[in-house]
T-cell receptor
Framework: GAVVSQHPSWVICKSGTSVKIECRSL??????MFWYRQFPKQSLMLMAT?????????EQGVEKDKFLINHASLTLSTLTVTSAHPEDSSFYIC???????????FGPGTRLTVL | GENVEQHPSTLSVQEGDSAVIKCTYS??????FPWYKQELGKRPQLIID?????GEKKDQRIAVTLNKTAKHFSLHITETQPEDSAVYFC?????????FGSGTKLNVKP
């Protein structure tokens, strides 16, 4: 159990376009979902925390107008990178947390390349 | 927010030896400390965790220790095997958020 999927697994887009990444909890309801960014050979950086039905909480330094997060249901959160630029190229990973407070389950990640 | 530091950044051991990775955290409010293993291009996988009311936890070859007073926790892997080679991340949960260490690349030489 506790499977989290992400789609797409990779995407290449042109500079200036927007890209949407979906994160789904397949067999549990996620009260909270997290979005992380990971640069090559670096750690996971928390971007934002998303609670179902409410606005996402962004970490300091993360532009909320640049990275739009929607958590419309207990099984789906989306991250939209708006007006993408090459510096937005990265590995984006979501995680989902069910009711149990300690555990988070990670999605497989989405590799975004902006040309 | 929480600040988690992790050392060493790389660790090379001979198969069968032990490996120790150390982390420190800054916020005494953090109360849950998971460890993740991440293979190249894959998602992090939880390998062991510890809550702040426990000093040590063991699961077969893997153990974690926590010193709340000093705000540090460590991962111990005994009898290392080549398949243990990966990047390991520690994390600390502060309220509802998880903050990660910078990662340790473990290389187990056969």
């Amino acid at each position: 159990g506790a499977v989290v999927s992400q789609h797409p697994s990779w995407v290449i887009c042109k500079s200036g376009t927007s890209v949407k990444i979906e994160c789904r909890s397949l067999d549990f309801q996620a009260t909270t979902m997290f979005w992380y960014r990971q640069f090559p050979k670096q750690s996971l950086m928390l971007m934002a925390t998303s609670n179902e039905g409410s606005k996402a909480t962004y970490e300091q330094g993360v532009e909320k107008d640049k990275f739009l997060i929607n958590h419309a249901s207990l099984t789906l959160s989306t991250l939209t990178v708006t007006s993408a630029h090459p510096e937005d190229s990265s590995f984006y990973i979501c995680s989902a947390r069910p009711g149990a407070p300690d555990t988070q389950y990670f999605g497989p990640g989405t590799r975004l390349t902006v040309l | 927010g929480e600040n988690v530091e992790q050392h060493p950044s790389t660790l090379s051991v001979q198969e069968g030896d032990s490996a120790v990775i150390k982390c420190t955290y800054s916020d005494s409010a953090s109360n849950y400390f998971p460890w993740y293993k991440q293979e190249l291009g894959k998602r992090p996988q939880l390998i062991i965790d510890i809550r702040s009311n426990v000093g040590e936890k063991k699961d077969q070859r893997i153990a974690v220790t926590l010193n709340k007073t000093a705000k540090h926790f460590s991962l111990h892997i005994t009898e290392t095997q080549p398949e243990d080679s990966a990047v390991y991340f520690c994390a600390a949960r502060e309220f509802n958020k998880f903050y990660f260490g910078s990662g340790t690349k473990l290389n187990v030489k056969p």
